[in-house]
């Protein structure tokens, strides 16, 4: 399977966006589809993950609230919905899948986000 990210673009604080990610390939549903995120100059950090069947949900504690994850798996989609958008949440992000102990497979172009003041 491969995923691609996409429906950032400029916004401004307080906006929202939501992104999408979608798969080609087989198998999506059975994957933990995971969003992650690259501010410039730092590391790629998690964002969230959600479980095939979507019966789980994990987010990082600085979008706790503001950002929701979901799937769509008859459309092989994930989406996240980010609301209550800040500077600090501009970044380029990715969408992958999450074995666990990380990411699995290559990271694809990601989509940018960016949030002005």
């Known amino acids: 399977v491969q995923l691609q990210a996409s429906g950032g673009g400029l916004v401004q604080t307080g906006d929202s966006l939501r992104l999408s990610c979608v798969a080609s390939g087989r198998s999506f549903s059975s994957y933990t589809v995971a969003w992650f995120r690259q501010a410039p100059g730092k590391e790629r950090e998690f964002v969230a993950h959600?479980?095939?069947?979507?019966?789980?949900?994990v987010d990082a504690d600085s979008v706790k609230g503001r950002f929701t994850i979901s799937r769509d798996d008859a459309k092989k989609s994930g989406y996240l919905q980010m609301n209550g958008l800040k500077p600090e949440d501009t970044a380029v992000y990715y969408c992958?899948?999450?074995?666990?102990?990380?990411?699995?497979?290559?990271w694809g172009q990601g989509t940018q986000v960016t949030v002005s003041s």
């Open positions: 959600i479980s095939y069947g979507g019966g789980s949900t």
């Open positions: 992958n899948v999450d074995t666990g102990v990380g990411p699995g497979l290559p």
